[in-house]
């Protein structure tokens, strides 16, 4: 073989190493190239769920707050609604207490009771009856029989200092160290938790707690 024809055979040896080279080369961009499309697309996918799985966790988040405030808003309503309610019949009680007073045949063995029910909590013989301004007046000309038959045993006095009340009475030992507060709004303000338990019982037996949920 001479020269020109062994650099002819190495010429094609080269360009056919280069070719051969040349596809394998193209193969691998083929191939890296195909994988970075895929990591790509995978990338991209992930991308997308994850922003739609945020999305939807806003969206469920953003959800779970509106139904808490509303929530908040019909709890905070139904309170206002009920102690609404609650305070129209306590003001009723009061009115109804205020006309009782009017009626001697119903106020006075009320009073009585009152009153004979705090002497016989007081272990003390000597007692103070504090009643208002109205009652002493109905009161007083008769008390010294009312007394002996409301409070038996004891020795009780009608204070002509007058209590700021609607009716009923406060009854102390002559100490002033002992008392017991039958007035109305004593009564009253004792009882207020009692009577406010009752009345929101009575008025919302049938109520039912929410039932939304986040």
């Known amino acids: 073989m001479n020269t020109e024809q ?48 945020s999305a939807k966790q806003r969206a469920e988040r953003v959800y779970r707050q509106k139904v808490q405030a509303a929530e ?14 609650v305070q129209q019949v306590l003001d009723a009680l009061q009115e109804r207490l205020t006309t009782l007073v009017e009626d001697d045949a119903v106020y006075l063995p ?10 016989q909590a007081i272990e003390d ?11 002493y007046t109905r009161l007083q000309a008769h008390w010294s029989t009312l007394a002996a038959e409301w409070v038996p045993g004891k020795r009780i ?36 938790d009692e009577l406010q338990r009752i009345i929101v019982e009575r008025l919302f037996a049938t109520a039912t707690p929410l039932a939304m949920r986040g």
């Not at 280069?18 to 990591?39: F, M, N, P, Q």
């Open 6 to 53: 062994q650099v002819e055979t190495l010429q094609s040896a080269l360009l056919a190493r280069a070719r051969a080279l040349a596809d394998e080369t193209l193969a691998r961009a083929k191939h890296e190239a195909e994988r970075i499309g895929a990591e790509a697309d995978t990338r991209l996918r992930v991308r997308e769920e994850s922003e739609q799985a």
């Open 157 to 192: 006095v009608l204070s002509p200092e007058g209590e700021d009340c609607s009716g009923g009475a406060l009854v102390r030992n002559r100490d002033n160290t002992i008392r017991v507060d039958n007035r109305f709004e004593g009564r009253l303000e004792r009882l207020a």
């Open 125 to 135: 013989g000597d007692l103070v009856a504090q009643v208002n301004a109205r009652d």
């Open 72 to 85: 908040i808003k019909m709890r905070a309503e139904l309170d206002q609604l009920r102690w609404a309610h």
């Open 110 to 119: 009320l009073l009585k009771a009152l009153i004979a029910r705090a002497a």
